[in-house]
């Protein structure tokens, strides 16, 4: 494998509010390749979209990135890097694409002003080069009549058009990564398929990076090459996606999958993982999954679990890499034998 | 390998088919008829009324006894001004609604909470559901003190039966809302319609806020009550994958009309019109290894306020027979297989003759056209169970 | 990252949570000192504040042991005027804010909840009254009645101190009946009076109580710019603003006279705006960062 275009060590980002310290993401690392997809699947409180604000630097106060911590990207720690240079590859270098497209766009400007602004502030041309590049973005992003669209406001537009206005505003200086966090969350299914579509097509013709964090499995499986699994602010498993697809070794993983309704599946009862995320300020010792697990057994209360490589491109945070047999005895999971609901 | 006790499948199939021949011989529980409801659009200083947004326009369906019928569609659709309406949350404009052989519509005051005693309705939103200010046995408990169906420490002990009933702990009745997660409120509203007993429930997207793992927890707990308690469920949903999971028949909408009405299993293995089509198309697929035909739709849902003429979806129809006709003829729900109606004059059979089509500036006669019909089939039997061990 | 937006519920709660706040607790301390001696007048005053013990050798005298205010020039000590003068400033902010939060809730809440053309009739309505000059209108009404009772001035300025609160309540009314909640209760059968009293009134308590507090300080402001107009609390009795009218004229001279007034005036003021941002705080704070 050559260098990594990102690479992510050992991110810390807790939030210290008052006497408690949420540890909101705790330790995670993962790379992501030049042109390639990688997802970030989890539910909510897992830490995923923290980990995107963090590389971005976009953490607000009472968050902070931990001393330790690296975020290596184009040879620069951006931990460590001053606030002019953070700007410079903010929206420039790397750009972000959010979940919610109308509180993302500014009301009282244009969209075209707006995607165009992004242009001004990396400094390339004038006013009217800046002006005509968003043009040609948004009709890259397949919107209709990009002369007319690009002078009007937001709330002119529907959400799918507004997406595609950020998108062509992320795009705008050629970035090497975007952070895609939940963008179709908000969209109905129709137009949420136009646009994975579109940042599929687009990153074949531009070859961007794509950080795409979701917690739809399907859109995870429509778009990324590589997905790492986060829960409890720590990354559970990390596989190519038709393994963790195929074969999922990490119980949490496997939990999630059989969890959600499939359209290929008849109507059966679905499998739950019982109980639910503990709070980010007192995660459980040992692994973190163990009380909702169905395999734990007295290691995972003992020792928190490392992540254990599976194969080469494989690698699970659970300790039945080593000790598979307790996969065969399955036991109502700790949360349900307490009889604590829900 | 076997299964864990706690991922046991039950496939309760022949249950819902048991419920289906049931409900037959009793009649519909709800029957709704040419329902509409319009909201006046205003404008300018005064608030004249310039127009209106007909946002559930002349809807007609049946449930039956104990049946689970979803209403799916994407935003603005009017999915969800029809369950409000079902209720009188919203007051309808036009049309008919029966429960159990009352006309829900002509009912006054008195009426109208004696029948909400028995139709109830579990929301969305598990933040804006719950009044921050009330304790959730203070909530769980109002409906019961509405009705005077228990008093003093009768009512104390049914609020912490309806607790555990729907999996929370009896001694969280002193606690407020914001002290619970998303599911564990969605648990408590659904506790608090439960309170008055109701027959039937609107499901209004229950489980849309959700996590996956949360999601299907109360996925399953619906469906337990239902069985336990033979309730009968109008589910409002937008996730065609959870839809199928809760259904015994299921309705699309589309700007206002239902354009699709079957049995969930035919509806999902041989979807008629062409809308459904595409939504079903769209659904992102857990399985990397599926290569899918997907039919993307152009542009966006038209504005309610200025419906296209005709068929609603004629702009954005993908069907290789659509042609002027489309424009011009409003296509009636028609009955294409035994109990599985669409709207669609070119999708074979169709009881809107070729010549009347002809009439309208119809060129192309109605073919019989189902692209995904071979691909839901070939999920169906390549997928392999996804993330198991074997 | 869920916020946190945990609502303030139990009284308990938001008094811990105000208590833990340094500028809650200072604002409450200072209310403490003002409030308390004036409330008590008679019990801190060492002289009644219109007596004139000694109009000759006693008479405008500068602050001294004996009167830590000093005297004005009718031998009045300042300090038993400034307590007395403070209950009665106090009073009739207190009252009047009472009477103009409960008529502004009151009629918000109506409006809000009823909608349609009883709303908009009363929308109106109150967009005539907030086009009156408040203060204009108060000076007018004094000046035609001379010699006015106490108790008509704290009522005339209560009911024409609620328009603002009115509109804020009624656009939180609007708010929550848009919440599912409420369509929660109309579902299981509850009327307009329990929806109003126990799903809707409960929540607008926050801006109401906000509005108390600033309301208090304003009504003070409020009083002593009428009394030193010579249209407010009318001489002999004493209230901050006709203190500070009393010396105003000598106020080089007599410093004294309008000074601790004025002090009373902007520390108390002070205090209750500190103490109502404090409650908003309070009573709903702000997300406090990512979980």
Same mark, same amino acid.
């Given at each position: 494998?050559?260098e990594?275009?990102?690479?992510?060590?050992?991110?810390?980002?807790?939030f210290?509010?008052?006497?408690?310290?949420?540890?909101?993401v705790?330790?995670?690392?993962?790379?992501?390749?030049s042109? /390639?997809?990688?997802?970030?699947v989890?539910?909510?409180g897992?830490?995923?979209s923290?980990t995107?604000?963090?590389?971005l630097?976009?953490?607000q106060q009472?968050?902070?990135?931990?001393?330790g911590?690296?975020?290596?990207? /184009?040879?620069?720690?951006?931990?460590?890097?001053?606030?002019?240079?953070m700007?410079?590859?903010?929206?420039?270098?790397?750009?972000?694409?959010?979940?919610?497209?109308?509180?993302?766009?500014?009301?009282v400007?244009t969209?075209?002003?707006?995607?165009a /602004?992004?242009? @001004?502030?990396?400094?390339?041309?004038?006013?009217?080069?800046?002006?005509? @590049?968003?043009?040609e973005m948004?009709?890259?992003?397949?919107?209709?009549?990009?002369?007319?669209?690009?002078?009007e406001?937001?709330?002119q537009?529907s959400?799918?058009?507004?997406?595609?206005?950020?998108?062509?505003m992320?795009?705008?200086?050629?970035?090497?990564?975007?952070?895609?966090?939940? +963008?179709?969350?908000?969209?109905?299914?129709t137009?949420?398929?136009?646009?994975?579509?579109?940042?599929?097509?687009?990153?074949k013709?531009?070859g961007?990076?794509?950080l795409?964090?979701?917690?739809d499995?399907?859109?995870?499986? /429509?778009?990324?090459?590589?997905?790492?699994?986060m829960y409890c602010?720590?990354v559970?498993?990390?596989?190519?996606v038709?393994?963790?697809f195929?074969?999922?070794?990490? +119980?949490y993983?496997e939990g999630?999958?059989?969890?959600m +309704?499939?359209?290929?599946?008849?109507?059966?009862?679905?499998?739950v993982?019982?109980?639910?995320?503990?709070?980010?300020?007192?995660?459980?010792?040992g692994?973190?999954?163990?009380?909702?697990?169905?395999?734990s057994?007295?290691?995972?209360?003992?020792?928190?679990?490392?992540?254990?490589?599976?194969?080469?491109?494989?690698?699970?945070?659970?300790?039945?890499?080593?000790?598979p047999e307790?996969?065969?005895?399955?036991?109502?999971?700790?949360?349900?034998?307490?009889g604590?609901?829900? | 390998?076997s299964?864990?006790?706690?991922?046991?499948?039950?496939?309760?199939?022949?249950?819902?088919?048991?419920?289906?021949? !049931?409900?037959e011989?009793?009649?519909?529980?709800?029957?709704?008829?040419?329902?509409s409801?319009?909201?006046?659009?205003?404008?300018?200083l005064?608030?004249r009324?310039?127009?209106?947004?007909?946002?559930?326009n #002349?809807?007609?369906f #049946?449930i039956?006894?104990?049946?689970?019928?979803?209403?799916?569609?994407?935003?603005?659709?009017?999915?969800?001004?029809?369950?409000?309406?079902i209720?009188?949350?919203?007051?309808p404009?036009?049309g008919?609604i029966?429960?159990?052989?009352?006309?829900v519509?002509?009912?006054?005051?008195?009426?109208l909470?004696e029948?909400?005693?028995e139709?109830?309705i579990?929301?969305?939103?598990?933040?804006?559901?719950?009044?921050?200010?009330?304790?959730i046995?203070?909530a769980?408990? !109002?409906g019961?003190?509405?009705?005077?169906?228990?008093?003093?420490?009768?009512a104390?002990a049914?609020?912490?039966?309806?607790?555990e !009933?729907?999996g929370?702990?009896g001694?969280?009745a002193?606690?407020?809302?914001h002290e619970?997660?998303?599911?564990?409120?969605?648990?408590?509203?659904?506790?608090?319609a439960?309170?008055?007993?109701?027959?039937?429930i609107?499901?209004?997207?229950?489980?849309?806020?959700?996590?996956?793992?949360?999601?299907?927890?109360?996925?399953?707990?619906?469906?337990?009550?239902?069985? !336990?308690r033979?309730?009968t469920?109008?589910?409002?949903?937008? #996730?065609l994958?959870?839809?199928?999971?809760?259904?015994?028949?299921?309705?699309?909408?589309?700007?206002?009309?239902?354009?699709e009405?079957?049995?969930?299993?035919?509806?999902?293995?041989?979807?008629?019109?062409?809308?459904?089509?595409?939504?079903?198309?769209?659904?992102?697929?857990?399985?990397?290894?599926?290569?899918?035909?997907?039919?993307?739709?152009?542009? #966006?849902?038209p504005s309610?306020?200025?419906?296209?003429?005709g068929?609603?979806f004629?702009?954005r129809?993908?069907h290789p027979?659509?042609?002027?006709?489309?424009a011009?003829?409003?296509?009636?729900?028609e009955?294409?297989?035994?109990?599985?109606?669409?709207?669609?004059?070119?999708q074979?059979?169709?009881?809107?003759?070729?010549?009347?089509?002809?009439?309208?500036?119809?060129?192309?006669?109605?073919?019989?056209?189902?692209?995904?019909?071979?691909?839901?089939?070939?999920?169906?039997?390549?997928?392999?169970?996804?993330?198991?061990?074997? | 990252?869920?916020?946190?937006?945990?609502?303030?519920v139990?009284? *308990?709660r938001?008094?811990?949570?105000?208590?833990?706040r340094?500028?809650?607790?200072?604002?409450?301390l200072?209310?403490?000192?003002?409030?308390?001696?004036?409330?008590?007048?008679?019990?801190?005053?060492?002289y009644?504040?219109s007596?004139?013990p000694?109009?000759?050798?006693?008479?405008?005298?500068?602050?001294s042991?004996?009167?830590?205010?000093?005297?004005?020039?009718?031998?009045r000590?300042?300090?038993?005027?400034?307590?007395?003068?403070?209950?009665?400033?106090l009073?009739?902010?207190?009252?009047a804010?009472l009477?103009?939060?409960?008529?502004?809730?009151a009629?918000?809440?109506?409006?809000?909840?009823?909608?349609g053309? =009883?709303?908009?009739?009363m929308?109106?309505?109150?967009?005539?009254? *907030?086009?009156?000059?408040r203060?204009?209108?108060?000076i007018?009404?004094?000046?035609a009645?001379?010699q006015l009772?106490?108790?008509?001035?704290v009522?005339?300025v209560?009911?024409?101190?609620?328009?603002?609160?009115?509109? =804020?309540?009624?656009?939180?009314?609007?708010?929550?009946?848009?919440q599912?909640?409420?369509?929660?209760?109309?579902a299981?059968?509850?009327?307009?009076a329990?929806?109003?009293?126990?799903?809707i009134?409960?929540?607008?308590?926050?801006?109401?109580?906000? %509005?108390? %507090?600033?309301?208090?300080g304003?009504?003070?402001?409020?009083?002593a710019?009428?009394?030193?107009?010579?249209v407010? =609390?009318?001489?002999?009795?004493?209230s901050?603003?006709?203190?500070?009218?009393?010396?105003s004229?000598?106020?080089?001279?007599?410093?004294?006279?309008?000074?601790?007034?004025?002090?009373?005036?902007?520390?108390?003021?002070?205090?209750?705006?500190?103490?109502g941002?404090?409650?908003?705080?309070?009573?709903e704070?702000r997300?406090t960062?990512a979980?």
């Open positions: 494998m050559t990594p275009l990102l690479s992510v060590e050992n991110l810390r980002t807790w210290h509010t008052g006497d408690a310290v949420a540890k909101a705790d330790g995670v690392s993962f790379s992501i390749g042109g /390639e997809t990688l997802g970030i989890g539910e909510s897992c830490g995923k923290v995107a604000l963090s590389i630097r976009l953490v009472p968050g902070r990135i931990e001393s911590s690296r975020i290596m990207f /184009e040879g620069k720690d951006l931990v460590t890097l001053d606030d002019a240079a700007r410079d590859i903010r929206g420039n270098r790397i750009s972000m694409i959010f979940q919610e497209p109308m509180s993302a766009l500014n009301p400007f969209v075209g002003d707006q995607v /602004e992004v242009a @001004r502030i990396h400094g390339h041309g004038s006013r009217r080069d800046a002006w005509n @590049r968003a043009v948004l009709s890259l992003t397949g919107i209709p009549a990009p002369e007319e669209r690009a002078k406001y937001p709330h537009l959400g799918g058009m507004r997406q595609r206005v950020l998108i062509a992320a795009l705008i200086m050629n970035p090497a990564l975007v952070i895609a966090d939940e +963008p179709t969350t908000a969209l109905d299914v137009i949420q398929a136009q646009i994975l579509e579109l940042l599929v097509d687009l990153q013709r531009f961007t990076s794509i795409m964090i979701t917690h499995l399907g859109v995870i499986a /429509e778009t990324a090459s590589r997905v790492v699994v602010g720590e559970v498993e990390e596989a190519e038709d393994t963790l195929a074969a999922a070794h990490h +119980p993983t999630l999958m059989h969890a +309704p499939q359209l290929s599946e008849p109507r059966a009862r679905l499998n993982i019982p109980g639910s995320v503990p709070a980010p300020t007192d995660w459980p010792s692994c973190r999954f163990r009380d909702r697990c169905p395999y057994w007295e290691r995972c209360e003992r020792e928190h679990p490392p992540l254990y490589e599976i194969s080469p491109t494989h690698t699970s945070r659970c300790h039945l890499a080593v000790e307790h996969r065969a005895n399955p036991h109502p999971p700790l949360v349900e034998q307490l604590v609901s829900v | 390998m299964e864990p006790s706690w991922m046991m499948e039950t496939s309760d199939r022949i249950q819902a088919v048991e419920r289906m021949q !049931e409900a011989r009793g009649g519909p529980l709800l029957s709704i008829r040419n329902l409801k319009s909201f006046p659009i205003r404008r300018g005064l608030g009324t310039a127009g209106e947004v007909r946002a559930v #002349d809807v007609s #049946d039956a006894r104990g049946e689970t019928l979803s209403l799916v569609g994407e935003s603005g659709c009017g999915k969800t001004t029809t369950g409000r309406s209720l009188r949350l919203i007051e404009t036009a008919r029966d429960f159990d052989g009352r006309d519509r002509r009912l006054g005051a008195t009426g909470r029948i909400r005693r139709m109830q579990i929301f969305q939103d598990p933040v804006s559901s719950l009044n921050p200010r009330m304790t046995g203070a769980i408990r !109002e019961i003190t509405i009705h005077r169906l228990a008093e003093g420490s009768a104390d049914k609020v912490q039966q309806l607790l !009933e729907v929370l702990r001694e969280y002193t606690r407020y809302p619970f997660s998303g599911g564990q409120r969605q648990r408590i509203g659904i506790a608090r439960l309170a008055v007993e109701p027959r039937f609107v499901c209004d997207e229950p489980v849309s806020a959700l996590d996956v793992s949360v999601q299907a927890q109360v996925i399953n707990l619906l469906r337990d009550l239902q069985r !336990e033979q309730l469920y109008l589910f409002i949903a937008h #996730d994958s959870v839809v199928k999971h809760m259904s015994d028949r299921v309705a699309v909408m589309y700007l206002g009309k239902i354009v009405l079957a049995p969930a299993e035919d509806l999902y293995r041989e979807p008629m019109m062409p809308y459904t089509q595409a939504l079903l198309s769209a659904v992102p697929v857990a399985n990397p290894r599926i290569e899918k035909t997907r039919i993307l739709l152009e542009g #966006d849902v309610p306020a200025s419906p296209p003429s068929c609603v004629h702009p129809c993908h027979a659509k042609d002027a006709a489309c011009h003829i409003v296509p009636p729900l009955e294409k297989a035994p109990g599985h109606f669409a709207a669609c004059i070119k074979l059979p169709t009881g809107v003759s070729w010549e009347t089509q002809q009439e309208a500036g119809g060129v192309n006669p109605p073919v019989r056209y189902l692209p995904v019909v071979k691909q839901l089939a070939r999920v169906d039997k390549s997928a392999p169970p996804i993330g198991r061990h074997s | 990252m869920k916020a946190d937006i945990t609502p303030a139990g009284k *308990l938001v008094f811990r949570r105000l208590m833990s340094r500028s809650a607790v200072a604002a409450m200072v209310l403490a000192l003002v409030v308390i001696p004036c409330a008590a007048a008679p019990l801190f005053a060492r009644d504040p007596a004139q000694d109009i000759i050798a006693l008479r405008s005298q500068p602050p042991f004996a009167h830590p205010f000093g005297t004005d020039p009718f031998s000590d300042v300090l038993s005027r400034v307590l007395y003068g403070g209950r009665v400033s009073a009739v902010a207190l009252i804010t009477v103009s939060i409960t008529f502004g809730t009629y918000g809440a109506v409006a809000g909840f009823a909608g053309a =009883v709303e908009s009739e929308m109106r309505l109150l967009d005539a009254l *907030l086009s009156i000059p203060l204009l209108l108060l007018a009404v004094f000046a009645w001379r009772p106490l108790p008509a001035f009522l005339i209560g009911f024409t101190g609620w328009y603002g609160l009115s509109r =804020v309540v009624r656009g939180q009314v609007l708010a929550l009946k848009g599912d909640f409420v369509a929660s209760a109309r299981l059968g509850a009327g307009r329990r929806i109003l009293m126990n799903h009134l409960p929540n607008v308590l926050t801006p109401v109580i906000v %509005a108390a %507090a600033l309301g208090v304003h009504v003070i402001l409020l009083e710019g009428l009394s030193y107009l010579g407010g =609390v009318q001489q002999p009795q004493p901050w603003g006709n203190i500070i009218q009393d010396g004229d000598q106020i080089a001279r007599l410093w004294w006279i309008s000074f601790f007034p004025g002090v009373a005036i902007v520390v108390t003021v002070m205090a209750f705006n500190i103490l941002d404090e409650l908003r705080e309070a009573l704070p997300q960062g979980g």
